[in-house]
């Protein structure tokens, strides 16, 4: 008999999950370039994947979540490691979690562009601890957590480098008129984030 692999030993929510947010990773490709990415991008991404789920797990996974400590909606605990977590993280062990500096020039990925974390060696491991823990808190916690960095992913501030640390370096004229934003001199990266 053949041994199973480690992915299909994993809870049916947990495979069905990973494959609604491999859906989702397909649609953010073609969405990002026409959408702000604040809490708002967030939930559309989460909204888009929990429709992509059956019925039943849809409604297992809104019970985690808003049963948890996360104590939201599956599209809500979407922004919860930037509305709340950051907020208390003084030492900023988790800043780095959200992005991954791939420069632009280059077309292959490297694991020297991610450093101690990233982005790119933080969402497995959060999608192993939602599949491997029997503690529902572990669990709504990294799904919060694969839920955002999902949509972190497809923000291309936050996976593409120009030395620019994401846009928070380069400064573009903004009119006033948008929300979020004063006339003037903004961060590429603030812009992107709250004008819709």
């Known amino acids: 008999m053949p041994s199973q692999t480690k992915a299909s030993r994993r809870h049916p929510i947990a495979r069905s999950l990973t494959a609604a947010v491999m859906a989702v990773s397909l649609i953010g490709l073609t969405a990002t370039s026409a959408l ?16 992509l789920l059956s019925p ?15 104590g939201r909606s599956f599209a809500d605990s979407a922004s919860y490691a930037d509305e709340l977590i950051r907020s208390h993280d003084p030492e900023h062990r988790f800043g780095n979690w959200h992005f991954v500096n791939w420069p632009v020039a280059k077309a292959k990925f490297s694991q ?12 497995p491991k959060q999608i192993e601890l939602f599949a491997e823990s029997n503690d529902n808190e ?41 929300p979020g934003c004063d006339a003037g001199k903004q961060k590429l990266h603030h812009v992107w984030t709250t004008a819709w």
């Open 36 to 51: 702000g990415w604040g809490g708002d991008g967030h939930r559309a991404v989460a909204a888009v994947a929990i429709k």
């Open 112 to 123: 020297s562009f991610c450093g101690p974390h990233c982005l790119v060696s933080e969402l």
């Open 138 to 178: 572990v669990r709504a916690l990294a799904l919060s957590w694969i839920i955002h960095l999902v949509g972190d992913m497809h923000q291309p501030l936050h996976i593409a480098d120009r030395n620019d640390q994401g846009g928070n370096q380069l400064f573009i004229q903004y009119p006033a008129d948008e």
């Open 56 to 70: 039943e797990k849809a409604a297992a996974l809104e019970t985690l979540m808003q049963s948890s400590e996360v």
